[in-house]
């Protein structure tokens, strides 16, 4: 597994490195086969007032990302934090895989040859033939693909990224959809509509 590791506002010290990496390791320990990449990066708040301590790991697992932040007053505090949260991700998300395979659902090959007709060719990027600009000052445009699937898998993502909400394309209408977490428990989805 390939594991990068960066500071914000710190210098990643010998120490520091190493910690990381033995709680990272030791986190995935049981998963090594599905994960293929980690980028952790670690933080500490410029405010001087505020003493918080930010670690963010995004790992790519057979082509999913799982994605885990955890903030405390210490360093070390939020790496052990975000090291139990990505544990506890990857359980799931193997879990669900063997589901998947073992379960009463299974994709016909007709299926997975026109899920792969949409995806961009092996090696190529997603952004290709596309020219990066800033068109306001401030705002950051991200590209990346939207398989169709259905709110079951959107769900799914939704946890493994550790966001408020996920964008996906709809298997069933081909429409863009916004699965979220709602305030007071349980998700809501957004859909548009004509007129």
């Given at each position: 597994m390939k594991l990068l590791i960066h500071g914000r506002n710190l210098d990643v010290t010998p120490a520091i490195r190493e910690y990381t990496e033995s709680k990272i390791s030791r986190a995935i320990n049981h998963y090594e086969d599905m994960v293929k990449e980690a980028d952790v990066h670690l933080s500490v708040a410029r405010n001087p007032r505020v003493s918080q301590q930010i670690v963010e790991v995004t790992m790519f697992a057979n082509g999913t990302i799982i994605r885990a932040q955890e903030r405390s007053e210490n360093l070390y505090a939020s790496i052990d934090l975000v090291a139990t949260k990505l544990t506890r991700q990857l359980h799931r998300h193997k879990d669900r895989l063997q589901e998947r395979t073992h379960g009463p659902v299974?994709?016909?090959?007709?299926?997975?040859?026109?899920?792969?007709?949409?995806?961009?060719?092996?090696?190529?990027?997603?952004?290709?033939?596309?020219?990066?600009?800033?068109?306001?000052?401030?705002?950051?445009?991200?590209?990346?693909?939207?398989?169709?699937?259905?709110?079951?898998e959107?769900?799914?993502?939704?946890?493994?990224?550790?966001?408020?909400?996920?964008?996906?394309?709809?298997?069933?209408?081909?429409?863009?959809?916004?699965?979220?977490?709602?305030?007071?428990?349980?998700?809501?989805?957004?859909?548009?509509?004509?007129?």
């Open positions: 299974h994709r016909s090959a007709r299926d997975e040859e026109q899920g792969a007709a949409t995806l961009p060719p092996p090696g190529a990027a997603i952004t290709d033939g596309l020219e990066a600009s800033v068109p306001h000052r401030g705002v950051r445009r991200k590209y990346f693909a939207m398989p169709p699937m259905d709110l079951e959107a769900l799914h993502q939704l946890e493994l990224i550790d966001h408020d909400f996920y964008v996906f394309r709809d298997r069933a209408d081909g429409q863009i959809h916004v699965v979220y977490r709602r305030n007071h428990g349980g998700y809501g989805v957004i859909q548009a509509r004509e007129g």
